[in-house]
């Protein structure tokens, strides 16, 4: 699966430096080709001398290679790389990832990176379980970087470990299994939709959700992580979710009505639809052009039917084409979900039950049920890029 992937590899200032001559042997081995970028304070754990003789290539450390004015372009390897491996990745590279501080050569690759970036993180455990780093490792995860657990070696799992790099064979299978996965929806083009919408009251005002979109963010970078196009409609939700993988194109929307059209301009040519938002079903009847001031003891809304944008896209759906819906539920979970199932004209639906502690809107995780017309399968509490990747199969199965 490595056979002539270019990797840059980052190394940084951690005991566990030494570990990246194991993992660059491994991945010549699986034929790879290996360019090493390594910050000042790497250099203090192993020489560049030890690596450029692993992979055949002068070491990158400083942006300027001589004092006759050449210079490492970090664009240049950002467009070379079929992938960037961070190992080890301290709680400092970390944070000045998450943050954008570009005071380095690694950094400012990182910054220019076009394909996936895999990070293994490496210190003690105090530091490995501290709420800054913890927090900079979510932020990675939401720009669509795929965090290597210590201890386990599973991509995007769950925040938790004892902080210790995991071992470069692990760290290596990690690579080759996100490379197996790569191909295997190319060629397919995914409509998405995340987040909430906003039905405007006044020009202060609106009526919303607690949709934070991070569900729909992960089933976006899953289908481009296999090699889809990704169509995704976005609500409004934080400045902190954005996407990095070039297969998705992001259309930011506001109201159920622009959901709407854009979804229906874009469904006819997709293979998939994964419908993920968590739309207003109504809107207010009107909308006032001046903010609303308080003129009594009450006020009355009247409002309307927004367009049903499950059912429009199950009555457009083609014999060639899939679609999948949500179910948030308080109450009666699977009834309601079945229900929904048949009269959207879905091909499964994920429900999710507010009931169930960890799950659905503003967490991290999810616990869901993948419903078919032929059964239902129940999953654990996952990480929501580990949700993904178990509705994305049952895609991929359809």
């Not at 490379?179 to 929806?185: E, G, V």
Request: aromatic share 6%.
């Amino acid at each position: 699966m490595l056979q002539g992937k270019k990797i840059v590899l980052g190394i940084t200032g951690s005991i566990a430096a030494y570990k990246s001559c194991l993992i660059i042997r491994q991945l010549i081995k699986k034929g790879a080709e290996v360019q090493v970028v390594i910050t000042p304070a790497g250099k203090e754990f192993i020489t560049p001398i030890t690596l450029s003789a692993l992979t055949s290539k002068p070491v990158i450390s400083e942006f300027f290679a001589q004092r006759d004015g050449t210079w490492h372009s970090h664009v240049d390897l950002g467009l070379w790389a079929d992938a960037m491996l961070i190992a080890p990745a301290t709680a400092s590279t970390i944070g000045k990832m998450a943050n954008g501080v570009a005071d380095n050569m690694l950094i400012t690759t990182y910054l220019s990176m076009k394909a996936p970036v895999f990070i293994a993180p490496a210190m003690d455990l105090d530091m490995y379980a501290h709420l800054s780093t913890q927090q900079n490792l979510k932020t990675l995860q939401s720009y669509g970087n795929h965090i290597i657990e210590p201890g386990t070696g599973f991509l995007a799992s769950k925040l938790e470990g004892k902080g210790r790099m995991e071992e470069p064979e692990n760290i290596v299978a990690c690579l080759e299994q996100f490379f197996s996965q790569q191909d295997s929806m190319k060629g397919k083009k995914v409509l998405i939709t995340a987040g909430p919408t906003y039905e405007k009251i006044d020009p202060v005002r609106f009526i919303g959700n607690y949709s934070s979109g991070k569900m729909g963010f992960a089933l976006a970078n899953e289908c481009a992580n296999r090699g889809a196009q990704v169509e995704l409609v976005c609500g409004p939700v934080s400045s902190a979710m954005q996407v990095s993988n070039p297969r998705i194109h992001r259309m930011n929307v506001e109201s159920a009505k622009e959901m709407f059209e854009a979804c229906k301009e874009l469904y006819p040519s997709m293979d998939s639809a994964i419908l993920c938002a968590a739309v207003a079903d109504f809107a207010p009847e009107t909308t006032a052009d001046q903010k609303i001031k308080r003129t009594g003891d009450d006020m009355v809304i009247r409002l309307k039917p927004n367009p049903d944008i499950a059912a429009s896209l199950g009555q457009m759906k083609k014999a060639h084409q899939t679609l999948v819906g949500f179910a948030l539920e308080t109450n009666d979970e699977e009834s309601n979900a079945q229900a929904k199932l048949k009269k959207k004209n879905f091909d499964f639906i994920v429900l999710n039950s507010l009931k169930d502690e960890g799950a659905g809107f503003r967490t991290d995780t999810n616990k869901v049920t993948i419903i078919t017309a032929d059964g239902k399968k129940n999953y654990p509490l996952k990480t929501k890029e580990e949700v993904a990747k178990d509705i994305v199969d049952e895609l991929e199965r359809l």
